[in-house]
């Protein structure tokens, strides 16, 4: 079970517009930023969004994150088939034992 | 460039113990606080330990708290995973992982992985 809560599965067709929801709590999406990480089948993670809405170097403005609360979304615009992958949404916990990273448990994307 | 390149994963019966290595290149590796995550065959990714690039401070996931030990040698360039009292559901690609936060200014505020490895996959079975 993981802490943060994201949907098993998305998909959408060429072109269209997905949108990918990460759920936590006051102590981790709730004072924290959230990131987003997007690992390709049979490859390590890449970073995709940092800060709940930032954009590394080479990530293609496609690619948008926001956040509200206790929750976050990833947003893909213009679908591509090489968006099919795996999608994690990530920050940090203030837990009572330890600053610790917790993770979603992903969300398989699927282009039609 | 960034280099991470892990080693020593393997086969090892329940209870058994396992020390994995993660050789940096390509980065100051004595600025950098570095992580473990693993990902489980089929599953999600789970963060496992953080350390400082100083070492001073460890923390990890409670799943391995006990058991688990990361260190590192900033005279080698290398970070570990002491990995004692294995079980079954460690199974899983050990990736090391670059936190972003330069601290050669001493202060720092760790945030996300920058650098991954490729992962070594560790596999707990009688």
């Known amino acids: 079970q993981s802490v943060l809560t994201q949907p098993p599965s998305a998909s959408g067709t060429p072109g269209q517009r997905v949108t990918i929801s990460c759920s936590g709590s006051s102590s981790n999406i709730g004072s924290n930023y959230v990131y987003w990480y997007q690992q390709l089948p049979g490859t390590a993670p890449k970073l995709l969004i940092y800060?709940?809405?930032q954009r590394p170097s080479g990530v293609p403005d496609r690619f948008s994150g926001s956040k509200s609360g206790t929750s976050a979304s990833l947003a893909i615009s213009g679908l591509r088939s090489e968006d099919e992958a795996d999608y994690y949404c990530?920050?940090?916990?203030?837990?009572?034992?330890?600053?610790?990273?917790?993770f979603g448990g992903g969300t398989k994307l699927t282009v039609l | 460039q960034v280099q991470l390149v892990e080693s020593g994963g393997g086969v090892v019966q329940p209870g058994g113990s396992l020390r994995l290595s993660c050789a940096a290149s390509?980065?100051?590796?004595?600025?950098?606080?570095m992580h473990w995550v693993r990902q489980a065959p089929g599953k999600g990714l789970e963060w496992v330990a953080f350390i400082r690039y100083d070492g001073s401070n460890k923390y990890y996931a409670d799943s391995v708290k006990g058991r688990f030990t990361i260190s590192r040698d900033n005279s080698k360039n290398t970070l570990y995973l002491q990995m004692n009292s294995l079980r079954a559901e460690d199974t899983a690609v050990y990736y090391c992982?670059?936190?972003?936060?330069?601290?050669?200014?001493?202060?720092?505020?760790?945030?996300?992985?920058?650098?991954w490895g490729q992962g070594t996959l560790v596999t707990v079975s009688s």
């Open positions: 800060r709940n809405n």
């Open positions: 390509g980065f100051t590796f004595s600025s950098y606080g």
């Open positions: 990530a920050a940090w916990d203030d837990s009572l034992s330890g600053p610790k990273v917790v």
């Open positions: 992982a670059k936190d972003n936060a330069d601290c050669s200014g001493g202060s720092c505020y760790s945030e996300y992985f920058d650098y």
